[in-house]
């Protein structure tokens, strides 16, 4: 069953921009975090950024090899949670998943519903 849907993927070059979207299936996103990974072929998922769930504070961190490269945001009135990616690089390359959890972290089991990704391609 489909909890989160991403999208917004596709096929770039190394120092273009690309947004991808998320969005809860058939509810309201809760007062939870959201994150980012990173799935490159062959490879572990990993943290790329997350957005808290305090109602108050919507605190954002990254992952270091794109802190200043890439934002997270929230818009509670369209339900959605963007990935602004800017100036990216080859390794970028891989699939994209969002993820919500009660906590945030930077760990796969710290977020109980995931998306079923979109891929996001940079070419050098």
């Known amino acids: 069953q489909v909890q989160l849907v991403e999208s917004g993927g596709g096929l770039v070059q190394a120092g273009d921009s690309l947004r991808l979207s998320c969005t809860p299936a058939g509810r309201r996103f809760s007062n939870y975090a959201v994150a980012w990974f990173r799935q490159a072929p062959g490879q572990e998922r990993v943290f790329v950024a997350a957005i808290s769930g305090h109602i108050f504070s919507d605190s954002t961190y990254y992952a270091d090899n794109v802190q200043g490269r890439f934002t997270v945001s929230r818009d509670i009135a369209k339900n959605t949670v963007y990935l602004q990616m800017n100036s990216l690089r080859p390794e970028d390359t891989g699939v994209y998943y969002c993820?919500?959890?009660?906590?945030?972290?930077?760990?796969?089991?710290?977020?109980?519903?995931w998306g079923q990704g979109t891929q996001v391609t940079v070419s050098s």
């Open positions: 993820a919500e959890g009660p906590n945030g972290g930077v760990g796969s089991p710290d977020y109980d519903y």
